[in-house]
């Protein structure tokens, strides 16, 4: 038989007991599962185990029609899980789907609508079986059906099992609605993440380096009219520009590539062991040098030595390295034999090496011998459009790297976009590491790139003393040094005044965030007529 509507618990004490521990650690589920499949799944379990409702299951309607099919299940087998597809008003749990009203069905054996079309009969014990059936309601429309077995003939009362039921649908209705909006909240990420690998796949990155600006496509023409070749390549731009990766490009595009590839950050290490790290050292050459050890440009013969930050080399190593170059030989610290090498020698500078020749600091002959080929990469500021591409890139990585589902909210490309970036794509990358490992919630507002972005703002950015590109000759000995130069043009004033208003009248400060020197900043101010606005 039928029956409708609802009862009154009624049980012992011992019931209440069970009650109250089934629904505290259907809580506990709730709010511990990873996923709706965890939690609802473990609620099921407990209603079988703790009160006898067995093969619960949880129906919910199908996408392409009106009827119903069980979704999470405990005690089911996939093939009876499968088999529990209902069309609409096809039985016990469709009619519970179309009333909003609970059912109970005495015994499954005597009641016509029901079907036993997942669980058939014979694999349920030789007694009466019930059936009961609860609608899961959401703001009084049924959203899918809470449904279980229990044997008839059992001490406890089947109202006090409707009553566990019908608060078990609630916590099911919740953790459903709450699945459903982070479904939706995520689902333009997932959209993101598709188009990206898409597009990464049908136009992967040309040899690895990321970008589609003019400057850009500039730099790496200009990198592979010469990749296979035996020049010397000079590689200039600011910090975090990606030079090693364009020397790793010019050696991947070379003869050498089946050589070794090795990198040496002459600012990294102390002068006294550069010597030993560059060009080796003999056993006994100096206090715990117990063993002959070759350095990088021996181990480098057959392939390719990358010089980084070359300006920091003192004046004796510039000597070593330029018959390095000349000859073609090096000798070990405590050496005294020449040992012939091939290496392609790649050096990179942030620094200006024209200004380090006026002064003293770098041998004019040794730059003439870097300075056969200069490229110079461009900083992130000119390379209009890229700022998007690769954020999109690294979000999508670092994503992937950390098993996040982090978007960014609106307005956070336009302001990523308009950022000066004194650290370049180091930086950019870096930040948004930190914005995904920040992230509180699976969005990244405006707001929170706007907080990170002034505390990397208020780190003194020192900026060369000039333009980075080198030039084809350098200016006679005495002559005054090259001064920074940027053309000043009336369209900036507009962007020169908002940074300084962004940066509360400090003159400097909206200097950096343009990526100026303070004195271009001023220069330029005073060009344009507004020097006289106040600090």
Known sequence: MLDGGPRAPDGT??????DLTVLREAARLIGRAE???????????LLSQMLGLNRARVML???HDAGLSIRYAYGLTDEERQRGQYGAGEGVASRVMQTGQLAVVQDIDQEPLFLGRAVRRRTLPDEIVAYIAVPLMDGGVPMGVLAAHRLRQRPRKIDRDLGTLQTIAVFIVQILKFNALLEARTAHLRDENRQLKDALSSARPAHGILGESEPLRAAL???LKVADTEVTVLITGESGTGKERFAELLHDQSGRRDGPFLAINCAAIPEPLLESELFGHERGAFTGANALKKGKIEMADGGTLFLDEIGDMSPDLQT????VLEKRV??????HRDIPVTVRILAATHKNLQQAVNDGRFRLDLYYRLNVFPLHLPPLRERHGDVRLLTRHFLYRTNREYRRNVVLGDGVLERLQSYAWPGNIRQLENIIRRVVLMARGDQVSAADVEAILAQESSIEQRAPSADPAPAPSLPAAGAPAVRPYRRVRQQDGERLLGALEEAGGNKARAARALG???RQYRYHLEQLGLAKTPR
């Open 221 to 223: 023409n200009n990198a």
């Open 61 to 63: 309607p199908r996408i």
């Open 320 to 323: 070593k390295l330029l018959r």
């Open 13 to 18: 004490a011992g019931d209440e007991d069970v």
């Open 516 to 518: 100026m020197t303070p």
């Open 35 to 45: 996923s709706p499949e965890l939690a609802i799944s473990g609620i099921l379990r």
């Open 330 to 335: 090096i000798q070990r610290v405590g050496g």
